[in-house]
């Protein structure tokens, strides 16, 4: 599918042809097959089924060919979607690219992700399967995933990884032996024009009007981790750990398009712990770390990056609060370089490598290229003040186009870009008055952010409303996540299970825990 001009798909490409992500993965397991691809962290075993796994590219080839020829034999039309919950596991990435393969479109969810969202947002793309696993934890994904199914008419399977499966669902963890099973057809037999113009991915954006579908071809998603790959100086064959799953525009750009752009070891964490991390980084020799921005400042303050080996020769710093940039402390391990990556949402980021004086570095307004200061950098995006002080991007990475097709006559909520290409993302800015470049002071208006989960606040209040009419819920800084939430209610309990009932996302739930002096008293 592509979007925009109809004709594109079927007319000649100009220039060189393009290649997709799936192609760039398999010209890399044509070349280092024995090359160690995807490792799990060593405690796996605590938060979903299964033991570590540690792949090589041709194992992981040939397991993303089974994955594919299964999606393909299921019946699912090409350029149709299909949504993956999973947790930060090789599983993850290996689904991503299957269904790139097949020929479909990947919509990774959020991990928290619960009933309510998941219905909401799969109504919207009209999902035809639901890829998950048993477990997260002591959640049951399965049973979430099958809930969701029953609800929506378009997903035709659910597809889990896992242990105990109950019936009715499509058990892909045999995929693992995967040289008996037929691949899907080679991939000139389709799309010979314009491969890369097709869409990849679909990831979800959340405003005023709530969930927000955000599609992105691949020559879009590859724009984004260029953009970081470039300006991290990541080397062929980096070795990077990462905290971040490739749920989102961010995961993808940080986690997945990174490894694969340097043809490197990605060694996938599932936030968080720090003794789990240190052992990952030592025992994979992981030189990339990928960790939120302040994580990664606390991680300095530590003496995590000191002393013999403990440099990871550069750290990927996800801010998604940009507005918390600005006034971060310096970074002072010499040894250890930091990018910042300040995120717009699903619109689009913007990589930066901080200098001698450790200070964030300025970014100004115009065009966005990687890596900064290099004759032959590339092009990544263009960053505009808007006149109403407010941040917009276009270019390579910026979706030039609302999905589905045609819903920008509906008067649903849609991904909004104007004639210019630009997209608003809502967050306030400045210019600074010595060195001319943008600084972020604050989010957009009336929405949540909790860590990169972000709320409508008039919707989380409305939820809350109906289960408790006198009680509230209200947004409050947080140093290390951005924002927090706050409720209030003479029931808690009541109040948090019946959020958990109506299948809300547990971090709403969690903001009517007991704390402080009152549970303190319960205590005692």
Request: aromatic share 6%; glycine share 10%; charged share 20%.
């Amino acid at each position: 599918m592509i979007l925009g001009d109809p004709a594109a798909a079927a007319a000649p490409q100009q220039g060189p042809r393009r290649l997709t992500v799936d192609e760039v993965f398999h010209r890399i397991a044509l070349k280092y097959p024995d090359r160690p691809a995807l490792l799990d962290a060593p405690n796996r075993q605590t938060f979903t089924d299964g033991a570590p796994r540690r792949l090589t590219y041709a194992e992981a080839d040939r397991v993303v060919a089974a994955i594919a020829g299964r999606l393909h034999h299921m019946g699912i039309a090409a350029d149709s979607i299909v949504a993956i919950q999973l947790p930060n596991t090789v599983e993850n990435i290996l689904m991503l690219l299957g269904a790139l393969r097949a020929r479909l479109i990947a919509a990774p969810l959020p991990l928290l992700w619960r009933r309510a969202e998941t219905v909401a947002a799969l109504a919207r793309i009209g999902a035809k399967a639901l890829i998950t696993c048993g477990r997260v934890g002591g959640f049951n994904h399965c049973q979430l995933a099958m809930r969701v199914a029953s609800e929506l008419f378009s997903i035709r399977y659910v597809c889990t990884f896992g242990d105990r499966l109950p019936d009715g669902v499509v058990p892909f963890d045999d995929l693992f032996g995967a040289e008996r099973l037929d691949p899907v057809p080679p991939l000139e037999r389709e799309r010979q024009h314009n491969a890369a113009s097709h869409l990849a991915f679909i990831t979800f954006d959340v405003g005023a009007s709530g969930i927000v579908p955000v599609a992105r071809n691949h020559l879009e998603a590859i724009a984004g981790g260029l953009g970081v790959a470039l300006e991290g100086r990541l080397a062929q064959d980096a070795r990077i750990v990462s905290t971040m799953a490739p749920a989102s525009f961010a995961g993808l750009s940080l986690t997945f398009m990174p490894w694969l752009l340097s043809a490197g070891t990605l060694s996938l964490h599932h936030p968080f712990d720090a003794a789990i991390l240190a052992r990952q980084r030592r025992d994979d020799g992981c030189r990339t770390l990928v960790v939120p921005g302040l994580v990664a400042l606390r991680l300095a303050e530590a003496g995590a990056f000191a002393g013999a080996g403990g440099g990871a020769g550069s750290v990927i710093a996800a801010w998604r609060a940009p507005e918390q940039l600005a006034a971060s402390p310096a970074w002072r391990e010499r040894d250890t370089a930091l990018v910042d990556v300040s995120i717009f949402s699903e619109a689009g980021l913007v990589a930066a490598r901080r200098g001698a004086d450790g200070r964030a570095t300025p970014i100004p307004f115009g065009p966005v290229v990687a890596p900064r200061g290099n004759p032959s950098a590339v092009p990544v995006a263009e960053l505009v003040r808007t006149a109403s002080g407010t941040v917009a991007l276009r270019g390579p990475m910026v979706p030039r186009h609302a999905f589905p097709p045609g819903i920008e006559r509906s008067g649903l909520a849609h991904f909004e870009i104007d004639r210019f290409g630009l997209v608003d993302t809502g967050y306030t800015c400045r210019i600074d008055p010595t060195s001319k470049a943008m600084v972020v002071t604050g989010p957009p208006s009336g929405i949540v952010s909790v860590g990169g989960y972000r709320f409508p606040l008039h919707e989380l209040q409305e939820a809350v409303g109906q289960i408790d009419s006198v009680a509230h819920v209200a947004a409050l800084p947080d140093p290390l996540v951005g924002q927090r939430l706050m409720g209030h209610a003479e029931q808690r309990d009541a109040v948090q299970a019946a959020l958990n009932a109506v299948g809300i996302n547990p971090l709403v739930a969690a903001a009517f825990r007991e704390r402080g002096d009152r549970a303190e008293r319960a205590g005692a």
